[in-house]
């Protein structure tokens, strides 16, 4: 027998500390007894007898201080001193936690729950004192109703502790060893199975689903008021059997399948009328599917009619459609109707939408280089090449451009008989001299072929003989970019364009004698389209059967305009998100031409006065891509709506900061701030409010009280 004095119950006295008696039955025992006894001892003298005793490492935490009064007047065994040394430590409010390397720690109890507490299985649950934690299966009752009770009987201010893990349903108790299996008993003994079997109702005349919907509606209202979850049976529908399966508690369970069968009563007549209003589906597109079903059952049932020789195989259906509210009037047997209430319910879904965004990039480089000289003689020689102006041109609008004097008018002097009066060479005498008038020169056609020329050109003309040299290098760069995107829903096609329809001409017609002719026209679209019908597969993959075209006009030619044309015609499975390539080209042009006059021409060096060079390098790169974003529900496609408005705005916002010096208004239009997803319609006061009517309204509710 041992007694246990805590420190406050009798006067402290001296620190005296009695080591403890080990009385051996013989000399070659095997195990020691202990008989302590420890008076007003201090308690890390104590730890210390215990564990030079036990031969047992223990490390002591600074904060364990104070004194202990114990004896026992048994012999005890190793286990049992061992036990007896946890007890004296708990009623002292410490604990002990041993390490797995054999290390005892002792330490307050209130910090033993955060400490590296071994944990225990069913098998081995530990004794006594010792400090535990264990993992608790629980399978019948919620571990969230029952670890409030738990903490109620564990010592949650020291080292016991109750926490609960919800999607595994366990239980998490740290403690002392005896008061942990205590509690797992208790939920041994609470966790019991109840009377939880499930039953199957088979239906006649009523509908599964709609017999499901008015129990649950019913078992709704149980649950506001307060009924426990265990008390309110489960009921699901199978529409493949027509049946619906209970399980629960058994006098709850009773009472809803007695509910069930009540339900399942025949109609006061065989006909059936029910109105069905469409959530998604187009009422009049539903009818014929509807129709092709009803058919195939009437035919498998007219078939089973001439073995069991029903009366009602014979009965009419009608399924019609009301366009103005979106809805089916149908008039069907029971088992029909429920046939297909199962099809409209299953049709009726909200549909999935595929937003489809092309990347068309064109990148087009172009460099070219002509150099040519060329000659003419006064006396008719002349050196000429096609890919330059042409030097005996340029000679007759220069000629044309000279100005001109008309001839003068010249009197000569006679005798008195009329004879000419020559001097002494033999010439003529002058009598008068009337200078001509001045005439300016034609520059049109000196102006009109210098406004073809490209780059420089350099002529020069000295004794007769004139030289042309003309050169000139060109470069271009050009890079578009197109996004168009649409949105459609799934398997429907969708097409967008954007650009304009131009006038061409498809047909003339001239009578003999012209008096009745006439043109046919054809308006083309130009410029860019895009024509996609998706298909959402199983996951998250999506076909495309995409039509694209980037077209323009290119100029006129001999008989009408001609234009420039890209276009894929292609099928193509790409996953939700993902970015793949369609098609593209990628196209590298160089021509070199080289024009010159035989034998001069190849003359090292002075050849480059009787030749013409012409170099041109183009190179396009065109790639045309497309990206698919399945949609299927409305917060997807408000996110996307979000990002392509944000993307404007940022645009405009841009634009207003940077100003336009060409604007006479500094004023340019921003959209509004997208925030609609945080907006909550307004309160009631806040409406009368606005409309000045809250204090009229709070008056005459004074009033009326």
Known sequence: MSILVRPGLIKQISALTLSAAMIFSAPTAISAEYSPNFKGTDINEFINIVGKNLKKTIIVDPNVRGKINVRSYDLLTEDQYYQFFLNVLEVYDYAVVEMSNGVIKVIRDKDAKTSSIPVVEDQ???????????????????????????????DQAGGGNVVHYDPSNVIMLTGRAAVVNRLAEIIRRVDQAGDQEVEIVNLKFASATEV??????????AAKNRTPDNLIPKVVADDRTNSVIVSGEGTARNRTIQMIKRLDSELESSGNTKVYYLKYANSEDMVKVLQGVSSSIAQDKAGGAKTTTSSKSNRDISIEAHPDSNALVIT??????????????????????????????????????????????????????????????????????????????????TDSSGAPVYDDDGNRVIASVVEGDEIQGDFSTLASLLGGVNGTLVGVVKDGWGAVLQAVTTATNSNILATPSLTTLDNQEASFIVGQEVPTITGATASSTNSNPFQTVERKEVGIKLKVTPQINEGNAVMLTIEQEVSSVAGATGVDVSFNKREIKTTVMADDGATIVLGGLIDEDIQESVSKV??????????????????????????????????????????????????????????????????????????????????????????????GALKEYLKKHDEQE
Do not use: C
């Open 332 to 413: 069907a047997e029971p088992d029909m109707m429920r046939s297909l209430e199962a099809v409209i319910r299953q049709l009726d879904i909200r549909r999935a939408q595929v937003q489809v965004e092309a990347i068309i990039v064109e990148v087009f480089e172009g460099d070219g280089f002509n150099l040519g000289v060329q000659w003419i003689s006064e006396d008719g020689g002349m050196v000429q090449f096609t890919n330059s102006t042409p030097i005996g041109s340029i000679a007759v609008g220069a000629e044309q451009a000279r100005t001109r004097y008309e001839a003068d008018e010249i009197t000569y002097r």
């Open 212 to 221: 499901v919907r008015i129990i649950d509606t019913l078992n709704k209202d």
């Open 598 to 691: 035989p034998l001069l021409g190849d003359i090292p060096i002075i050849g480059n006065l009787f030749k013409s060079t012409s170099n041109t390098k183009r190179k396009r790169n065109l790639m045309v891509f497309i990206k698919p974003t399945i949609i299927r529900d409305g917060l997807s496609q408000s996110k996307v709506s979000h990002r392509k408005y944000n993307f404007l705005r940022a645009q405009q916002i841009k634009r207003q900061s940077e100003g336009n010096f060409l604007s006479y208004s500094d004023d340019i239009s921003v959209l509004p701030e997208w925030d609609d997803h945080m907006a909550l319609p307004p309160s009631f006061e806040e409406y009368l409010s606005e409309k």
């Open 124 to 154: 081995e649950q530990g004794d006594g004192d010792a400090m535990v934690t264990r993992v608790v299966q629980v399978y019948n009752v919620s571990v969230k109703e029952l670890s409030p009770l738990l903490r109620q009987l564990n």
